[in-house]
C-alpha cells in the first residue's frame, strides 16, 4: 500500500519538515513494515508557459517540427533559469495553438529518468528548453502531444512554478500489509495508524460525507443460492445515481499526482474518482454506465460453463463459485474483481450507476485466482473491508462527481445490508498482563482498546469489548490482549530468554533428523527447500509404490537373494482444490522433482557441480480411501476419542523422506587429481552417510523404477529383528557388506526406497546431464529401526589371517547374497568381508560369473591358526554352495 504524504496529511496533523523516513519509522513502531518510499523524481525550474507563436518547419526526413516562441516570465521578468521572459522551444507535439498554457521544463531541470534538461541546438535552433508531456513529467502514460494545462483545468499565471501546482512535490512511503490488517489497505486506516503511533488527533474521513438515503429505490436482488461458509456471497450492496456528468471533465491535477504515486494510472474522472474513493477509504466501488443498464441489478452465482467478457475483453468460462452481478441481459461484473465490458464508463456516459458492497473474502479470493485476474479490488475484499463504510464511500464518490463532473445527484439508489453485528468479547481483568508479561494499568488497555474503535461496557471489574467494524480480526481476548500490547508499544515489553525446565531436549525424532541433515551438509551436500506442488507428470514419474516386505522368518539370505521383489506401480495423487500454479496443482509423492528443479536453476545460473538434499513430507494416499470426510465438532469442545480418531484418519499419510540429487562431479579437477563425476556410486555414498548417521544397517539390492536408469538403480531394505540380536557390524562398502547374526532370530525386511542414476531421457526432460545421482530414503521406516544406541565394535589386538576366495555362481545370483552367506557360514572367526572382483569371461562359463571377496580372520584374546582361518572359509563355501551351488574357481 503506498500512502502519499499530501492525503495522509489531511487526515492527521503532519509536523512541520515531516520526512517519509519519519512516516516509515512512525508506522513500524504500531508493526506496519516499511517497504519503499517513492517520488516523482523532478526538479526545477518548471514553470507555466504560454505559447505566443510557432512556425513548423518541415525536415528532410518528413516530419515537422515546431519552432515556437514560449513566454515563460511576466513581462520583462527575467525567466526562472535567468533567462529571458521569452525562450524559443523546439517541439515535435501538434496538439496545441497560440494563447496554450504549457508546462516549459527550463534548462537546470530534470525530468524522470533522470533526463536533465538543458539547452542545445537542434534543427537549426537553439531549443532553450523542453515543453513536457504528462508521460515526460511522470503524471501518466499519455505521450501523444504535450500537456495543455487547461486538460487539467488549470489557468495558472505564466512563470508559476508548476512542480506544487501539479502535485509533483508529494512523495509516498509505501507498507507492507499482512492479510489481517485489510484496513490499512486506505489511507483511512493508515491515517488511524499513525495516530496511534505518534499521538496526534485523527479525523475520520469516514465521518465526513453526510450519507443521503435513496428516495426511489434502484432494484437490486441478493440471490446467492451457493454460500461460502454459512454466508451469502454480498452482505451488503448500496447503490447511487448521479445524472448529467461531463465526459470531457478533465481529471484534477492533484488527483492524477496522487493515484500515480498509489500506482494507479488515470483512465477517466468518472472512473479515476471511484479509484480515489477506493484508495481514500478502503471501499472498492465501480461505475456502470446507467444508460446500458437493463433492469434492476441481480446478485448470483454463475452457471456452470456460463460465459462473460470483463473489462479486458477477454471472454471467459465462469465456475460455479463465482459470484456475478448482472442484470436482466446477463452478467455486467464478476463480484469484487472486475466489471463487464457490456456496461463500462466510456467518453459517451453522462448517467453513472455507483455500486458499493461488500463481498465475501473466501468466494472473492477464489475468483481472482481462478481468473488470474488480481486487481486493488479484489485485494481488498479478500482481507476484508469494513461493511458499515459502504454508504460513506458510495456517498464520497457522488459528492465528487457532482463537484468535479458537473453532474447532478439522483434520489434513485438502494441499500441492502444484512452484514453480521460485531459481537462483544469478555476480556477478563489481569488476562492482558498475564497473557503478555508486562503489567498494564487498567487505563492503558482502556484507552488502547478505544483507540482502535472498540466500544467498552465494564462489568464486575471485567471489560465487554466489541471491536468496531473494520478490524475482523478481532476475535477473541487473545486477539485483544495483542492489540493491546502493540498500541501501547512493543518496545515496552522487555525481552527475557526464557529458561528451559530441566530433563528436556530435542525428542528421538528430532535428533535423528538434525543427525542426517548434519551428516549430509558435513559431506558436501546443500540442503534446500522445495514447494510441494508438482505436476502430474512429475508425480506419475517418481511416485511409485516400494516393494513388498519378504515374509516374517526368513533369513538374511532369504531375503536378499528375492531380487527383485515386485515392479513399482505409480500411486494415488492429492490434486490441490486451488493451486497456487495452475500447471503444479499435485501434491508430491516424491522428493525428487523438487530438487531436480533446483539442480537444474543453479546450473543455469553457472553452478555446474550440485550436491544437494531435503527433507520433508510427501504425500502418499491409499488406494480407494476418501480423505477428509471427517468434521470437527462444534464450538470449542474437544473432540472424543472417536471423532478425534475420525480426523487423522482422514488425513493423506505423509511419511518423512530424504531426497538426495548430485549432479556435474564429485571432485573437480585439479592438479594431480582428475575430475570424478556424480554416478550411481555418488547415491549410495549418501545412502550410506545416512546409514552410519542413524545406525541402521540399509541393505541395497538390485531395483526398479520407471524413473531411472537399469542396471543403475538399487532399491534400499532395512531389516526388522523380532528380538535384540547381538552382531557384528561389518561396514558398508560400494556392494554392502554383510551382517553376522550372533542368532538367527525371525526377521523380514522392508523396503525404504532408490537410489542410482536417472534415467536420461527423465534427466533430459529437466534439462541436466545424462548422469544424475538420486537417491530417496523413507526416513520414518529408518528411524523406527534405529534404537538410539551407539553400538561400538572394539578394536581387536590380535593379528588378523587374511584370505581371498573366488566363488563361480550364476549370473542370476545378487553378489550381496553371496556376500552374506559366506560370512554366515564363516562364523564369528570373519571380521570383514568386501567383493574385490566381479569377473565375467574367458575361463567361465556363459551363464556364470566369477565374485573374489578378500575375507579378513581375527580370533578375540588369540592369533588365529592359518588352519582355523581355512576352516571358517571352507564352512562359508560349503553354505554358499548349499544356498546358490557356488564353486570354487580353480
Known amino acids: ?439 498494564y494499568t487498567g487505563d492503558e488497555v482502556r484507552d488502547a482498546l478505544v483507540d482502535v474503535g472498540a466500544s467498552l461496557i465494564e462489568s464486575d471489574g471485567d471489560l465487554q469489548v466489541t471491536p468496531p467494524s473494520w478490524r475482523p480480526d478481532l476475535t477473541d481476548k487473545w486477539t485483544l490482549a495483542e492489540e493491546v500490547a502493540r498500541i501501547v508499544g512493543y518496545d515496552r515489553i522487555p525481552s527475557v530468554l526464557p529458561v528451559a525446565p530441566p530433563g528436556r531436549g530435542l525428542t528421538r525424532m528430532q535428533t535423528l533428523r538434525r543427525t542426517v541433515a548434519q551428516t549430509l551438509a558435513a559431506t558436501g551436500h546443500t540442503e534446500v527447500l522445495t514447494y510441494p506442488f508438482v505436476s502430474e507428470r512429475a508425480n506419475n514419474a517418481f511416485g511409485v509404490t516400494v516393494s513388498p516386505a519378504v515374509s516374517a522368518g526368513a533369513s538374511t539370505a532369504d531375503a536378499a537373494s528375492a531380487v527383485p521383489t515386485s515392479v513399482p506401480m505409480s500411486v494415488p495423487q492429492i490434486k490441490v482444490a486451488n493451486p497456487l500454479d495452475s500447471e503444479a496443482p499435485f501434491l508430491r509423492t516424491s522428493m525428487l522433482p523438487g530438487l531436480l528443479q533446483i539442480a537444474h536453476r543453479n546450473r543455469s545460473r553457472g553452478l555446474v557441480d550440485v550436491a544437494i538434499y531435503e527433507q520433508g513430507l510427501v504425500f502418499r494416499p491409499e488406494t480407494g480411501v476418501t480423505y477428509g470426510m471427517a468434521v470437527l465438532p462444534a464450538g470449542a469442545a474437544r473432540p472424543s476419542a472417536e471423532a478425534e480418531a475420525a480426523l487423522n484418519a482422514g488425513i493423506v499419510p505423509q511419511p518423512l523422506m530424504v531426497g538426495i540429487v548430485s549432479v556435474g562431479n564429485d571432485v573437480r579437477h585439479q592438479p594431480g587429481q582428475p575430475a570424478v563425476g556424480a554416478g550411481w556410486q555418488s547415491a549410495l555414498a549418501a545412502v550410506q552417510q545416512v546409514a552410519l548417521a542413524t545406525g541402521v544397517r540399509i541393505e541395497v539390492r538390485q531395483g526398479q523404477h520407471p524413473a531411472m536408469h537399469p542396471g543403475r538403480t538399487a532399491e534400499l531394505f532395512v531389516t526388522v529383528q523380532a528380538s535384540p540380536v547381538s552382531a557384528s557390524t561389518v561396514p558398508v562398502s560400494t556392494v554392502p557388506a554383510a551382517t553376522v547374526p550372533a542368532s538367527t532370530e525371525p526377521v523380514s525386511t522392508v523396503s525404504v526406497g532408490f537410489a542410482g542414476e536417472l534415467l536420461p531421457t527423465v534427466a533430459d526432460d529437466y534439462d541436466l546431464p545424462a548422469v544424475v545421482a538420486v537417491a530417496e530414503i523413507n526416513l520414518g521406516l529408518v528411524f523406527a529401526q534405529a534404537d538410539g544406541d551407539v553400538t561400538v565394535t572394539p578394536i581387536r589386538t590380535m593379528p588378523a589371517a587374511t584370505q581371498d576366495l573366488s566363488l563361480v555362481v550364476s549370473v542370476s545370483v545378487p553378489a550381496a547374497a553371496l556376500c552374506a552367506v559366506v560370512a554366515e557360514g564363516a562364523g564369528d572367526l570373519l571380521e570383514s568381508i568386501d567383493l574385490v572382483d566381479d569377473y565375467r569371461g574367458a575361463g567361465v562359463e556363459s551363464g556364470q560369473k566369477s565374485l573374489t571377496f578378500g575375507l579378513r580372520f581375527r580370533g578375540e584374546g588369540r592369533t588365529l591358526t592359518a588352519a582355523e582361518a581355512s576352516a571358517a572359509r571352507l564352512s562359508g563355501v560349503a553354505l554358499a554352495a548349499d544356498r546358490f551351488g557356488a564353486a570354487l574357481r580353480e
Open 1 to 439: 500500500m503506498r500512502v502519499p504524504l499530501s492525503w495522509l496529511g489531511e487526515f492527521v496533523d503532519l509536523a512541520p519538515g515531516t520526512t517519509p523516513e519519519d512516516v516509515h519509522a512512525a508506522l513500524v513502531s504500531v508493526g506496519l513494515e516499511e517497504e519503499d518510499i517513492h517520488r516523482f523524481d523532478v526538479s526545477g525550474p518548471i514553470v507555466v508557459g504560454e505559447v505566443l507563436d510557432f512556425v513548423g518547419e518541415e525536415q528532410t526526413n518528413g516530419k515537422t517540427i515546431n519552432w515556437c516562441q514560449v513566454r515563460v516570465a511576466p513581462g520583462d521578468e527575467l525567466a526562472a533559469d535567468g533567462g529571458p521572459a521569452i525562450h524559443g522551444i523546439i517541439c515535435g507535439a501538434h496538439n496545441f495553438a497560440v494563447g496554450d498554457k504549457v508546462v516549459v521544463t527550463l534548462p537546470g531541470a530534470s525530468l524522470p529518468g533522470p533526463f536533465p534538461i538543458a539547452a542545445r541546438k537542434t534543427y537549426g535552433h537553439v531549443s532553450d528548453g523542453m515543453i513536457a508531456s504528462a508521460r515526460e513529467l511522470g503524471l501518466g502514460d499519455e505521450h501523444d502531444g504535450i500537456l495543455l494545462l487547461a486538460s487539467l483545468g488549470i489557468d495558472a499565471p505564466v512563470g508559476t512554478d508548476a512542480i506544487p501546482l501539479l502535485g509533483l512535490d508529494d512523495s509516498a512511503v509505501e507498507i507492507n500489509v499482512t492479510p489481517d490488517r485489510g484496513y490499512a489497505f486506505s489511507i483511512r486506516g493508515v491515517a488511524r495508524e499513525y495516530s496511534h503511533a505518534t499521538g496526534v488527533p485523527f479525523r475520520d474521513p469516514a465521518l465526513a460525507p453526510t450519507v443521503v438515503a435513496p428516495v426511489t429505490r434502484f432494484p437490486v436482488t441478493v440471490d446467492d443460492q451457493a454460500p461460502i461458509r454459512d454466508r451469502t456471497g454480498a452482505s451488503v450492496f448500496v447503490t447511487r445515481v448521479v445524472r448529467g456528468v461531463d465526459p470531457t471533465r478533465p481529471t484534477p491535477a492533484w488527483m492524477i499526482a496522487r493515484l500515480g504515486l498509489v500506482g494507479i494510472r488515470s483512465i477517466s474522472l468518472v472512473v479515476d474518482v471511484t479509484n480515489y474513493v477506493m484508495f481514500e477509504l478502503g471501499q472498492p466501488l465501480h461505475g456502470y454506465d446507467l444508460d446500458k443498464l437493463t433492469g434492476g441489478i441481480i446478485v448470483r452465482r454463475a452457471t456452470a460453463g456460463e460465459k462473460f467478457t470483463t473489462l479486458d475483453a477477454v471472454t471467459r468460462t465462469l465456475d460455479v463459485e463465482d459470484l456475478l452481478i448482472t442484470d436482466e441481459s446477463g452478467p455486467i461484473g464478476l463480484a469484487g474483481v472486475m466489471g463487464g465490458a457490456s456496461t463500462e464508463i466510456s467518453a459517451q456516459t453522462v448517467n453513472v450507476l455507483v455500486e458499493a458492497a461488500n463481498f465475501d473474502p473466501v468466494s472473492i479470493a477464489r475468483s481472482a485466482r481462478r481468473h488470474k485476474l488480481p486487481s486493488e479490488a479484489s485485494k481488498r475484499f479478500e482481507r476484508g473491508v469494513d461493511p458499515r463504510v459502504a454508504a460513506v464511500a458510495a456517498e464520497r464518490v457522488v459528492q465528487l462527481l457532482v463537484d468535479l463532473a458537473g453532474g447532478v445527484a439522483d434520489d434513485l439508489g438502494s441499500v441492502y445490508d444484512e452484514a453480521p453485528v460485531p459481537q462483544p468479547i469478555l476480556l477478563p481483568t489481569g488476562f492482558v498482563s498475564g497473557l503478555i508479561g508486562l503489567a
